[in-house]
């Protein structure tokens, strides 16, 4: 196989690119969409395939070539999913923009086919306007998650573990088939600060990066601690101050810290990190976070390796990693799936950027169910009833987004 890539000067919305049926990777009107159809690309394959690819035409930069979408479940022993898309375009953080063509061979990648298949990518596409009917029920139970998060928090006062999330599924079914398209432009308009994404049918807006590299530099942002938010600016700022001074929310976001320094360090020629955790608002909640930056040694470790070694972190599945993942397999009484893992991209440098797959729906082939998840870090104070108050807050990102009567 072969690409060809080319800057543009088009004006388009990577959403509208995205529609219902391609891919999306975008923060703050930076990022990724595709569509045009796929090639589906195993992990064991992965970092050597973009290397592989045959450049045809003008630009040769790796950065402005193909990527590889990807999941990354939340259990490390289960294997990550790449999709290869045909044809997909790209908002640069420099402020430029380019677009990639995949083909067989060079009769593929034509002027004629290549700026047709640009002119159908950035198309008006204006959002299916139905009425619709739904239905919101539990997966576990409420009862069955509050057992969950009393026996995750014995563990803890037990000292079998310091920290395990316990999270909860939803399930959405509707009348007639979602639109996905919709549900990409109200996440926008709400979340337009987090990192969206539209991947292998898991369509969500998580508030947290779990790793991002761009030739040396590394970053990364892990949220731990919850309050809500009202919508009214005295009752925010009194949950945010709150929050700061939880010496629960404070120990459940040392354990994710630690980690993910910990973890990255050995790969940096230096690793700072915010001091003291920050208060991080999203629409519907606010988090304690901490920004990490550095610089990676020489030659940089691959964005994806650095993901492996990170996923799951702390914030989706406790510390430490092997008896936290047991436990929550024990109690939890779901699988996860993709919930939980990592989604992003990288290109053939090793760059990229993958967020933690959460505030997220899995929908099914026919977009006529959605599956929701929500969880929160279990310690030794925490209260199963407020848990469950913090998965309630946390489902409303992505209900709001779907739930259209």
């Not at 316990?166 to 432009?185: C, E």
């Not at 508030?207 to 590299?213: A, G, H, R, S, Y």
Request: proline share 5%; charged share 20%.
């Amino acid at each position: 196989m072969m690409y060809r890539s080319e800057r543009i000067s088009e004006t388009f919305d990577l959403n509208t690119v995205c529609r219902s049926d391609g891919f999306l990777f975008v923060q703050d009107g930076i990022g990724i969409a595709a569509r045009q159809g796929h090639t589906l690309i195993q992990e064991r394959d992965a970092l050597s395939y973009l290397a592989d690819l045959d450049c045809y035409h003008t630009e040769s930069d790796a950065s402005l070539g193909p990527i590889l979408f990807g999941l990354v479940p939340f259990l490390p022993t289960e294997s990550a999913t790449f999709f290869l898309p045909h044809f997909m375009i790209r908002k640069h953080v420099d402020g430029f923009s380019s677009a990639t063509m995949i083909g067989d061979t060079d009769t593929d990648l034509t002027d004629e086919l290549f700026f047709a298949a640009l002119q159908n990518a950035i198309a008006p596409y204006p959002p299916v306007i139905t009425s619709n009917t739904f239905t919101v029920e539990p997966g576990v139970s409420i009862d069955h998650y509050l057992q969950a998060v009393t026996s995750a928090r014995d563990a803890v006062r037990d000292e079998i573990i310091q920290k395990a999330v316990i999270a909860r599924d939803i399930k959405i079914t509707a009348k007639n088939a979602i639109d996905i398209h919709s549900v990409l432009l109200r996440l926008k308009q709400s979340f337009g600060s987090s990192y969206r994404y539209c991947v292998g049918g898991i369509i969500g807006a998580s508030p947290e990066l779990l790793v991002d590299v761009h030739d040396r530099s590394i970053s990364s942002h892990p949220l731990a601690g919850t309050a809500p938010r009202t919508g009214d600016p005295v009752s925010d700022e009194i949950a945010a101050q709150t929050l700061l001074a939880s010496a629960k929310d404070q120990t459940e976001h040392r354990v994710v810290i630690d980690m993910v320094h910990d973890t990255l360090l050995p790969y940096c020629s230096y690793l700072d990190w915010e001091p003291e955790p920050s208060i991080v608002t999203v629409a519907n909640v606010q988090h304690l976070g901490t920004r990490i930056e550095g610089a990676l040694s020489d030659p940089p470790a691959h964005v994806f390796d650095l993901v492996r070694l990170l996923c799951p972190t702390p914030a989706l599945g406790g510390y430490p990693a092997e008896a936290a993942i047991s436990l929550i397999q024990e109690v939890e009484g779901f699988t996860r799936g993709n919930y939980g893992g990592a989604v992003g991209y990288f290109d053939a440098n090793g760059n990229g950027t993958f967020a933690v797959t959460i505030r997220c729906a899995e929908f099914s082939a026919d977009r006529k169910t959605a599956r929701l998840f929500a969880g929160g870090g279990i310690v030794a104070a925490s209260e199963p009833l407020l848990e469950l108050a913090e998965t309630q807050a946390k489902f409303q990102a992505m209900l709001s987004a779907i739930v259209r009567p």
